[in-house]
């Protein structure tokens, strides 16, 4: 290649990526930020409100109510995620069969669903089977509301930092929320006399706080992910040893990755005897007795340095896409899949070179490869489990390490459970970075092999032939929990891992969804 030649490819090349980096910045600079006078009332928090002023938007964001079209993977209906026995809408061919097993002994086991659309949050929140509906008190801290309404706002005003253990049944009532007009609506994330971008959330101010931002000094870019950041993130409650009792808290002061995550919860625990907190514990895994963190859809800490949160393509460039309704161009509050439009246009907006067939098979290439290791990290966490707690009961001949050993299996077992949970609680299958999500699964098989190794040599191996042999017939899928059949002492024989599990006393349904059954309150 002469000289020449090559300064002038380079030129192009330079030139096309200017144009390429342009047309994505063209994209979020389009409409100018928002700055309306909308003639509302300062912290206006119902979503009909805005109906009047914002018609488009609000009929956008009413198609939020679309629960019944799957993609291959996602998609929105709310199938029970552990379910790939029964067809829609109860299961799904891609459900994950170990999750009731994997979270024994915590209010997850009873129900986990497909996520749906926002329109639908309160509704699916006072029906999930993870909140007591067997009694008065729901037994979860109110700040499970956190990231269901803007309520919060208001309630947080009214009550401070008591609110957080305050119980979640107490805000419950229908006299207390609108299900459909204080659902997460406008108020979460726009000013609603200016309808500016803004925070409600407690948690992440927090963090802009001790990170040293300032909301007003963010890019116009950061803010249209920053504010789906409120939700769509990892977080915990703040233990009642170390700050205001079960407020959430984004545990993101040494990173953003698992293994941050998992460094930061060897502290924020309850005090020991020296006074420096332990490790935090989300709750005891009722076979292997394993102190446990539970994972939550960190969409955000996925994305971040994902291919596109790297290159500064924001959550609202591909779940808010511009469209125009009657000649007028508006961010699309459709926040859903893109992939359930077959043109693939939020997409198409950058990659306009790429055909929609094109786009949607690398989206698949890359959730197929993840969902194959998430299943296989899954059966061997499921397999660590099951080494320590036969380790903890083995009577016969042990290690004179077996000490040692059976805390880093304990250990390993924790790790590899919330490496796995990085990426299954994930919602984008892979697709939001792929590198990561297969880095933290691959190592999440390696932690949980290790937690076996570990416990087999601490009984000197005496465990290992209950150990050998396909993991379903060892330990078999519990497809069927609720908190009702818990209350079934016979039901509980059924399976080697529910008969580890506490028979709850006999008691009536309390309450159905907002209703309150009994006269007597
Ligand atoms: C106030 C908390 C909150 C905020 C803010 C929030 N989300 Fe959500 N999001 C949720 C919850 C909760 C659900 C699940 C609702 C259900 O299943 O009932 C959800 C569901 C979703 C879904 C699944 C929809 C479907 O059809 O399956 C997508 C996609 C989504 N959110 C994207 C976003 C994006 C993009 C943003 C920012 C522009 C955002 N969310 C901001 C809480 C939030
Ligand atoms: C480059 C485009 C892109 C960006 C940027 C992006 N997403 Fe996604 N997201 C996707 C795709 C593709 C899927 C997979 C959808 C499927 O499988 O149906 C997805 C899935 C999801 C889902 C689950 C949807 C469902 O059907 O249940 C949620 C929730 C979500 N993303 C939230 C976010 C949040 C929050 C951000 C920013 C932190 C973000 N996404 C950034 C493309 C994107
Ligand atoms: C989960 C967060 C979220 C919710 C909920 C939400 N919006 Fe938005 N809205 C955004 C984002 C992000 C933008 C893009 C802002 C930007 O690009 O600067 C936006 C933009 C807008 C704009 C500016 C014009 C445009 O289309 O870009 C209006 C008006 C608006 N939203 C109205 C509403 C109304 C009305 C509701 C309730 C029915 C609502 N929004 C709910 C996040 C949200
Ligand atoms: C706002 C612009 C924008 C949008 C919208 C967008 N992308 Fe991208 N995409 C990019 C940029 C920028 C890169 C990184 C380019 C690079 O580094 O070469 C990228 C990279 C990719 C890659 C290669 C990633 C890799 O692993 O190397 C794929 C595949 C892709 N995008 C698919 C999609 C799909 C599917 C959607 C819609 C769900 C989408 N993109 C939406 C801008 C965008």
Redesign the pocket.
């Known amino acids: 290649m002469n000289k020449q030649f090559r300064s002038m490819t380079l030129a192009v090349s330079a030139l096309l990526a200017a144009a390429l980096l342009c047309g994505c910045n063209d994209v979020?600079t389009e409409?100018t930020?928002?700055s309306?006078k909308t003639g509302l009332k300062e912290g206006e928090l119902k979503?009909s409100a805005?109906?009047g002023?914002?018609p488009?938007?609000?009929a956008?964001?009413?198609k939020n109510n679309e629960s019944e079209v799957m993609t291959e993977y996602k998609g929105s209906v709310e199938f029970a995620k552990h379910d790939n026995v029964n067809p829609l809408p109860k299961g799904y061919k891609h459900a994950q069969p170990y999750l009731k097993n994997l979270w024994l002994g915590y209010p997850f086991m009873y129900e986990y669903n497909e996520a749906r659309g926002?329109t639908y949050a309160v509704k699916d929140f006072v029906n999930i089977d993870r909140i007591n509906r067997y009694a008065e008190k729901g037994v979860l801290p109110a700040t499970c509301w956190n990231c269901k309404t803007p309520k919060m706002m208001e309630w947080v005003g009214q009550y401070g930092d008591k609110f957080w253990s305050m119980d979640v049944n107490a805000f419950r009532g229908k006299d207390k929320i609108h299900a459909d007009d204080h659902t997460?609506?406008?108020?979460?994330?726009?000013d609603s006399q200016t309808?500016e971008?803004r925070l409600y959330s407690e948690p992440l101010k927090d963090w802009l706080a001790r990170s040293g931002k300032d909301w007003s000094k963010l890019s116009?870019n950061e803010?249209?992910s920053l504010?789906?950041a409120?939700?769509h993130v990892e977080y915990y409650f703040t233990h009642k040893d170390n700050g205001p009792a079960a407020k959430p808290v984004f545990p993101w002061d040494k990173g953003m990755n698992p293994e941050d995550m998992y460094q930061y919860y060897k502290g924020h625990g309850a005090k020991a005897a020296d006074g420096k907190p332990g490790q935090f514990v989300d709750w005891v895994h009722a076979a292997s007795k394993v102190p446990m963190i539970k994972m939550q859809h960190p969409e955000y800490e996925t994305w971040i340095d994902g291919p596109h949160g790297a290159a500064g393509v924001?959550?609202?460039d591909c779940h808010?896409q511009?469209q125009r309704v009657d000649g007028k161009?508006?961010?699309?509050?459709w926040?859903t899949s893109p992939l359930k439009d077959k043109e693939m246009r939020a997409c198409r907006t950058c990659h306009s070179d790429k055909s929609p067939e094109f786009l949607r098979e690398r989206v698949l290439y890359t959730q197929k490869k993840t969902f194959d290791q998430l299943l296989k990290a899954q059966d061997a966490s499921v397999r660590a489990h099951e080494a320590v707690r036969l380790a903890n009961a083995w009577e016969g001949e042990r290690s004179p390490e077996y000490d040692r050993l059976m805390a880093e299996a304990r250990d390993m077992v924790r790790k590899g459970q919330l490496f796995w949970d990085y990426v299954s609680a994930e919602n984008s299958v892979g697709f939001h970075n792929p590198a990561k999500a297969l880095d933290t699964l691959m190592s999440s098989a390696e932690f949980s092999q290790k937690a076996v190794d570990l416990a087999e040599q601490a009984t000197n191996y005496g465990i290992a032939p209950a150990l050998a042999g396909d993991i379903k017939q060892i330990v078999p899928p519990i497809l069927e929990m609720s908190r009702k059949l818990q209350q079934d002492a016979d039901f509980l024989q059924k399976n080697p891992w529910t008969r580890l599990l506490p028979v709850l006393p006999k008691a009536d349904q309390v309450w159905e969804g907002q209703e309150h059954l009994t006269s007597a309150r």
Do not use: E, W
């Not at 997460?184 to 726009?190: E, F, K, S, V």
């Not at 161009?329 to 509050?333: A, L, T």
């Open positions: 979020t409409l930020p928002p309306y979503m805005y109906k002023p914002f488009d938007h609000y956008s964001y009413m926002h997460i609506g406008c108020a979460n994330c726009h309808m971008l116009r803010k249209r504010v789906c409120q939700c924001s959550c609202a808010m511009y161009k508006m961010s699309s509050h926040m």
